[in-house]
């Protein structure tokens, strides 16, 4: 069936519609905390650290950076939870690049998807480390 300009096709309605664009607002959400480049992420590499409630909230909060589940685990926890200001206090771009391989199969696919959009490098990381 062909549009009329006039009378434009509607976007799709209904359920798919919905969650089109309840995915579309999800990923948005994740865009608009991403940092303009990797480099501004100067968290710790070493230590133990403690997240805030607004982004541990529910679980741990103390993180021990040399022991690898619980780097993993506040790299997860602050990729899904941290707002735009967290991302540069809490990750650091070293250990990021270093941990995506495996991190990137921790996350949710649309966390991962932005991240990999929007910074090439983690994309290539995993070519490398294939």
Sequence with gaps: MATDPQHPASAPSGPQGAVAEDLALYRE???RRLPESLDELHGPAQGVVQLPLHVAWSGMTLYDLSKPRQ??????????????DDLPEYLNRYLLLQMWPVLRTLVGRTVRAVWEDA???LAARIRTAA
């Design 29 to 31: 959400k994740f865009r």
């Design 71 to 84: 780097r993993m685990g506040l790299y997860r926890t602050v990729l899904h939870e941290g707002l735009r």
């Design 119 to 121: 910074f090439p490098q």
